[in-house]
Nanobody, 119 residues
Framework: QVQLVESGGGLVQAGGSLRLSCAASGRTFSSYYMGWFRQAPGKEREFVASIYWDSGNTYYADSVKGRFTISRDNAKSTVYLQMNSLEPEDTAVYYC????????????WGQGTQVTVSL
């Protein structure tokens, strides 16, 4: 069974940085997309970034391009989200997710980690 465990959230001032980690286990993730999503209070969950495990190709939401970087460490089966130049609007619960390349939806989700950006 796929398990995803996020860590690294916290409170940071605007302009600061955080790095989120997602430890993935339960199988090898070849041919998987690993994604980061976030949900702010009162808002729908939204896509942040994703990475294709095999090639390392990355994809970003326009709102985070140039500020966030997604990466993966094959040896550790871990996906990272480096977040720089954080803004109060980035405040949300951040979730790690996984899907096979042939799937349209993400069936596997972590429990989430809170990121709060203060002025």
């Amino acid at each position: 069974q796929v398990q995803l465990v996020e860590s690294g959230g916290g409170l940071v001032q605007a302009g600061g940085s955080l790095r989120l980690s997602c430890a993935a286990s339960g199988r090898t993730f070849s041919s998987y997309y690993m994604g980061w999503f976030r949900q702010a209070p009162g808002k729908e969950r939204e896509f942040v970034a994703s990475i294709y495990w095999d090639s390392g190709n990355t994809y970003y939401a326009d709102s985070v391009k140039g500020r966030f970087t997604i990466s993966r460490d094959n040896a550790k089966s871990t996906v990272y989200l480096q977040m720089n130049s954080l803004e109060p609007e980035d405040t949300a619960v951040y979730y790690c997710a996984a899907r096979q390349y042939i799937q349209n939806e993400y069936p596997y989700w972590g429990q989430g980690t809170q990121v709060t950006v203060s002025l």
